[in-house]
């Protein structure tokens, strides 16, 4: 193999033999992580229902992430020409100042009881109150598993709710420590088995019995701080990046049209990674913007004090997940991401699809808290990379020319012929399906007659 080649400009051969030379993979791993011999339609069929095959997405591998001083390879599962290319491209940049630091909270998870038809909400909460201990015991009955891996129900917690346009309710909640897992099973499990208690104590009717995927007792974070040097490009030096990086972070702290797609910007990392390892990034989703909604209480001194709600542009209070300040001691730039993060390395599709499994081993996390931080780390190292490009010279040049690659290869073109297509489409600045379809038969016809 040519030494000398970068990952991105190696055959898909290359890339794969670099990424077992690196991590180690046994040819079987790297054969699921990369679909060859992945997810069969036997597996397909005991995971959902009605199949009729396996769907396919490309895997690519974002480099250059060092986490608490630990490199990762990071697998990523994504429709989306420039994303994997952007997390490398922010991952270099914040290597430049050690890296990422990363870290998760416990992982404990809310389950909700919903308790209708009680004549007196605060009574019903006091009777609970005095028998949370029982309540607590009965729900550690229903995951003996996981009291033995050190998990298990840790509160509950009630919340009247007067006002609801279905009379008043009581809610329950229960916050359970799921260990590595993502934790709905067992959550919900356990709301099933308090469920007939709850109601003898409140003389109420149980109804809704399941998880909250508001998941804010399971946030994860990462911090970088990346010298001004490492923002220097092309013409640009690295006071000027740094300080329009800034103005456009300041656009989303202000404006939740700009925040909404500032944080779809980080989800394209933090989605492509839960989806590669087999996690429900629907639920990271919600999460996510959930989290983005909330005023939260600041505990983080890197954010900033006051939060606008954006009130004037549209009413909706939508906050970026990320901020980005000036260090005050060295003018770094530093990052700062918090948002919940309810993954698993076991349990759910993490060991069922083989590729999911593989793409976990290729990360040697060890829990699933470290996930959580990597794949924080991977929603800033991509922020990072949009807002830097956003800033200058914007991102429809480095996106046009992966997108024309796309198209090249929905025209038939191949290999070499891919390349040559949508290298021409972009010097000419005419990208389109059509122009890389004549193209391709151009090329063909010269085959034919070559
Ligand atoms: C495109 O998928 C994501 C961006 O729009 C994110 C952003 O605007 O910050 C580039």
Request: hydrophobic share 45%.
């Amino acid at each position: 193999m040519d030494g000398m080649k970068k990952f991105y400009q190696m055959t898909i051969e290359e890339r794969r033999e670099t990424i077992r030379e690196e991590s180690g993979l046994s040819a079987q791993a790297l054969a699921a992580l990369c679909g060859v011999n992945g997810l069969s339609e036997e597996t397909a069929d005991r995971m959902i229902e009605n199949v009729i095959g396996r769907y396919c997405l490309p895997i690519g591998i974002a480099r250059n992430f060092i986490i608490n001083g630990k490199p990762y390879l990071i697998p990523m599962v994504i429709e989306e020409p420039s994303v994997v290319a952007a997390a490398s491209n922010g991952a270099r940049i914040a290597a430049a100042g050690g890296g990422f630091t990363a870290e998760a909270d416990a992982p404990r998870m809310i389950g909700q009881l919903q308790i209708l038809n009680i004549p007196d909400p605060e009574l019903a909460k006091a009777a609970l109150e005095t028998k949370k201990d029982d309540l607590l015991k009965l729900a550690a009955e229903s995951c003996p598993r996981l009291i033995e891996r050190g998990g298990g129900p840790v509160n509950l917690e009630f919340r009247v709710l007067n006002e609801t346009a279905a009379g008043p309710m009581l809610i329950l909640h229960l916050t359970m420590d799921v260990r590595d897992v993502m934790g709905a099973n067992l959550i919900d499990t356990a709301l099933e088995a308090i469920a007939p208690k709850v109601e003898a104590i409140s003389g109420g009717t149980v109804r809704l019995r399941i998880l909250s995927n508001l998941a804010d007792q399971r946030l994860a974070r990462a911090r970088c701080s990346v010298p001004v040097s490492a923002l220097a490009f092309k013409n640009y030096d690295g006071e000027t990046v740094r300080d329009r990086m800034l103005e456009a972070a300041a656009f989303a702290e202000a404006d939740p049209y700009r925040a909404v797609t500032h944080n779809k910007g980080i989800m394209n990392g933090i989605d492509a990674v839960a989806l590669a390892t087999g996690n429900d990034w629907r639920a990271v989703e919600a999460g996510a913007h959930g989290w983005a909604g909330m005023e939260h209480t600041e505990t983080e001194p890197m954010l900033p004090r006051s939060r606008h709600r954006g009130a004037e542009s549209s009413g909706a209070a939508i906050h970026p997940l990320s901020h980005w300040t000036v260090d005050p001691e060295n003018g770094n730039l530093n990052g700062f991401i918090e948002l919940p993060l309810a993954v698993g390395i076991a349990g759910g599709a993490t060991h069922v699809h083989p590729g999911a499994a593989a793409a976990l081993e290729l990360m040697a996390v060890q829990s699933a808290q470290e996930l959580a931080g990597v794949i924080a780390s991977v929603g800033l190292a991509q922020n990072l990379a949009a807002l830097k490009a956003l800033s200058t010279e914007g991102i429809q040049r480095g996106h046009m020319s992966l997108h024309a690659k796309q198209m090249a290869v929905a025209a038939g073109a191949q290999g070499e012929a891919a390349d040559r297509i949508a290298a021409r489409m972009v010097r000419e600045n005419r990208v389109s399906a059509s122009y890389a379809a004549e193209l391709a038969a151009e090329i063909n016809k010269e085959t034919l007659h070559a």
